[in-house]
């Protein structure tokens, strides 16, 4: 089945700084790379996802570029604030039933 | 508001004490999953459901069950909690339409605390 590995497990920024979180996937199938931020005490919270088809997306501060061929693809995110302080969640899937999460990365934006 | 509800929040049980996670979406969405999230494992699926009478396990199924007798609800029942169940748990909804992806809307999660 699919892996998903993501680094780094922690960042630490400052504020006005680039952020960056890589995550590699193991299926080539995979199609679907959404990627969620959890905020303390809530749930994940999608703010961006990426189709197999396009190869960068951009909202706003933040983007995610895919690369098929070498199966990673990266959030940026950019002028980071302290509410983007976060822990970060990438995932891949094939079709909704088989999504699956990398471990997380604990993002802190000192002021 | 479009939302996933989960009850309760928290929740402390001793051993073997059934106890019920009820989960309920206003989305309409076909698609509801249980993850249970532990620190430095990320979220891992217990069950998922992708329509209503249609429930299939995940990666940790065991010691779970689930439900889906109506689209908006899929509760998640522990018949015989131990410790090792100790987590937080998140519900989460979707669209599904066969192949394609969509995103999750996850609920708030329940921490929940075996002793």
């Known amino acids: 089945g699919e892996n998903v590995e993501q680094h780094p497990s922690t960042l630490s920024v400052q504020e006005g700084d680039s952020a960056v979180i890589k995550c590699t996937y193991s299926?080539?199938?995979?199609?679907?790379f959404p990627w969620y931020k959890q905020e303390l005490g809530k749930g994940p919270q999608l703010i961006i996802d990426?189709?197999?088809?396009?190869g960068e997306k951009k909202d706003q501060r933040i983007a995610v570029t895919l690369n098929k061929t070498a199966k990673h693809f990266s959030l940026h995110i950019t002028e980071t604030q302290p509410e983007d302080s976060a822990v970060y969640f990438c995932?891949?899937?094939?079709?909704?039933?088989?999504?699956?999460f990398g471990a997380g990365t604990r993002l802190t934006v000192k002021p | 508001e479009a939302q996933v509800t989960q009850n309760p929040r928290y929740l402390i049980t001793v051993t073997g004490k059934k106890l019920t996670v009820t989960c309920s979406q206003n989305?309409?969405?076909?698609?509801m999953s249980w993850y249970r999230q532990d620190p430095g494992l990320g979220l891992r699926q217990i069950y998922y459901?992708?329509?209503?009478?249609?429930?299939d396990k995940g990666d940790v199924p065991e010691g779970y069950k689930v439900s889906r007798k109506e689209k908006r609800n899929f509760p998640l029942i522990l018949e015989s909690p131990s410790p090792n169940q100790t987590s937080l748990y998140f519900c989460?909804?979707?669209?599904?339409?066969?192949?394609?992806?969509?995103?999750?809307?996850f609920g708030s999660g329940t921490r929940l605390t075996v002793v």
């Open positions: 299926d080539s199938a995979s199609n679907y």
């Open positions: 989460a909804s979707s669209l599904y339409r066969g192949s394609a992806n969509y995103g999750y809307t």
């Open positions: 990426i189709r197999s088809n396009v």
């Open positions: 459901s992708m329509n209503v009478e249609v429930t």
């Open positions: 989305m309409n969405h076909e698609y």
């Open positions: 995932a891949a899937s094939i079709s909704n039933n088989d999504m699956r």
